[in-house]
């Protein structure tokens, strides 16, 4: 019995000391693919973003110069304006504090995992340190950065160091709590307080943002094409929403015949349709106008067919019961059929409004005076007529692509949603 009892025990502590070494090996695999998925975003990101920062170094520096200094890979000559955080107006300084405060908010919100719709899980404590605490400070410490930079006197790196730490202090309850690792937590509470401290200054320090904006008249052209493009579209989302609703739920004759006639628009490119809707719109005597611009493209045989694909998903025990409930189609509609395929409603909102934003060819075959001019036709004129000066050809392209970044950031999600909306049952 002793020698039995014996037996099972060594047995017990070798199976141990086994799943002992299984349990280090799986801990050290985890570690290690752990550190090959950093590399690999990493890599990616110096792929994607390495060309914005060579853009944003020549937006900086004057072409003569930087040609003459042999094209570092950092600005040259960059004009600093003498100024605070606070300097600039009232619009100038809110914008600024603005999209800082909604950059501090969305990386918060992605460390902790939270949703816009939990906007007041937002204002926890490390929250309200992350965003406003980490927005005051930026805004303090940066102000003598600027000052420096003017100056050339030799403190910047220190200031700059400086203002790196204090923001990445307040960065990290936020981050620590948010991450499994504290460690892991530490690291991108330091790498937000760099990267925002960098972005701040190269936002509001050069002159090269203010010259272009107000020689170009950005600001007149930028108005125009957002109007352009919200009026565009809101008429494709609703236009298209109404039609995918009537080729899913309604029954009329040559439906499919229709839907087929419907789809082959996307064949015809704007090139075939160019020369008849001028001739129509000179006609009309809307030359120069807004109604120009968006009516040839209020409605999308793109968007149709997507937001019909997400109505196609819609199970028909939901139609059935609403209608059993009394609902008609208007309620149907606006209740359940938009809320449940919202993913593919917002992805195509998305589509579309990057869609008008970046037009060209049409609102060049319309628009006739510059005063008129979209943000696309006046870029085209500034870097045809400005070689002397094409860095700032290429801040205010850089200017005129804010709003896609910023429109990008907030609809990620819905985005991601309705690309893979149907991928898995």
């Known amino acids: 019995m002793a020698t039995s009892e014996t037996h099972r025990i060594g047995i017990r502590r070798h199976q141990g000391e086994g799943l002992g070494d299984i349990a280090g090996r799986s801990g050290s695999r985890r570690t290690w693919g752990m550190i090959g998925q950093y590399a690999l975003l990493t890599l990616l990101a110096l792929v994607v973003l390495g060309p914005l920062v060579l853009i944003v170094i020549q937006a900086l520096s004057p072409p003569f110069q930087y040609v003459n200094a042999g094209k570092p890979l950092h600005p040259v000559d960059v004009a600093w304006k003498d100024r605070t955080w606070f300097t600039g107006g009232f619009v100038s300084v809110a914008g600024r504090t603005l999209v800082v405060a909604f950059l501090f908010a969305w990386l918060h919100k992605v460390a902790r995992g939270f949703s816009w719709r939990d906007w007041r899980d937002l204002l926890d404590p490390a929250g309200v340190v992350a965003i406003v605490g980490g927005t005051l400070v930026l805004a303090a410490t940066t102000s003598p950065i600027f000052g420096s930079l003017h100056a050339a006197d030799g403190s910047t790196l220190g200031l700059v160091l400086l203002s790196m730490a204090l923001v990445s202090a307040t960065q990290a309850w936020s981050f620590i709590a948010g991450e499994r690792s504290a460690a892991l937590g530490a690291v991108v509470a330091i790498l937000t307080g760099v990267g925002m401290v960098i972005l701040a200054v190269l ?63 996307l064949l015809l490119p704007l090139e075939v349709t160019l020369v008849g809707n001028i001739a129509t719109i000179r006609q009309l005597e809307w030359t120069n106008t807004m109604q120009a611009l968006v009516l040839p493209f209020g409605a999308s045989a793109l968007g149709t067919f997507l937001i019909r694909q997400g109505f196609r998903g819609l199970p028909t025990e939901i139609r059935d019961a609403t209608r059993l409930d009394g609902y008609g ?41 510059n005063e008129f001019n979209t943000l696309q036709i006046q870029l085209r004129a500034v870097a045809a007529g400005e070689v002397a000066n094409a860095n700032q050809a290429i801040a205010a392209a850089l200017v005129a692509a804010v709003p896609v970044v910023i429109l990008l950031i907030a609809f990620q999600r819905q985005i991601i949603r309705g690309l893979t909306a149907g991928a898995v049952k």
């Open 203 to 265: 936002m509001a320090g050069p002159a090269v943002w203010t010259v272009s904006w107000s020689r170009y008249d950005l600001g007149g052209a930028m108005g125009r094409s957002l109007t352009m493009a919200i009026i565009i579209t809101i008429s494709q989302v609703v236009t298209s929403i109404m039609a995918a609703y009537a080729f899913v739920f309604l029954r009329f004759p040559f439906k499919r015949i229709l839907f087929a006639m419907f789809m082959a628009t």
């Open 329 to 369: 189609h208007v309620a149907f509609l606006t209740k359940f059929a938009v809320p449940l395929t919202r993913p593919v409603v917002a992805s195509f909102t998305v589509i579309a409004g990057l869609q008008a934003w970046n037009q060209y060819l049409w609102p060049r075959a319309v628009i006739e005076k």
